[in-house]
Nanobody, 119 residues
Framework: QVQLVESGGGLVQPGGSLRLSCAASGNIRSFPVMGWYRQPPGKQRELVATTTTGGVTNYADPVKGRFIISRDNAKNTVDLQMNSPKPEDTAVYYC?????????????WGQGTQVTVSS
């Protein structure tokens, strides 16, 4: 079974920085896609950023130029460096991974970590 364990959430001031980390475990061949989604208060879950094993990245427009996603394929970890966060970045952040199984692919989610941007 796959487990995604997030760390690094908390309170950050506007204009500061925060780093989220996620480690994937399980007897899985690979994770073709890993990334982060978020769910702001009262809103639906939305994409933040994803990255592939080949290093192709995709960012949501609101975070482009401020957030940086990176991964370590050997360790099956993915990080999100949040630079210059804004109050509207306040949300529960979820780690996301697509696992390559013998019979196909399956999506997995972490339990979420709260990020609050406030002075």
């Amino acid at each position: 079974q796959v487990q995604l364990v997030e760390s690094g959430g908390g309170l950050v001031q506007p204009g500061g920085s925060l780093r989220l980390s996620c480690a994937a475990s399980g007897n899985i061949r690979s994770f073709p896609v890993m990334g982060w989604y978020r769910q702001p208060p009262g809103k639906q879950r939305e994409l933040v950023a994803t990255t592939t094993t080949g290093g192709v990245t995709n960012y949501a427009d609101p975070v482009k130029g401020r957030f940086i996603i990176s991964r370590d394929n050997a360790k099956n970890t993915v990080d999100l460096q949040m630079n210059s966060p804004k109050p509207e970045d306040t949300a529960v952040y979820y780690c996301y991974a697509v696992a390559q199984l013998d019979w196909g692919r399956m999506n997995y989610w972490g339990q979420g970590t709260q990020v609050t941007v406030s002075s």
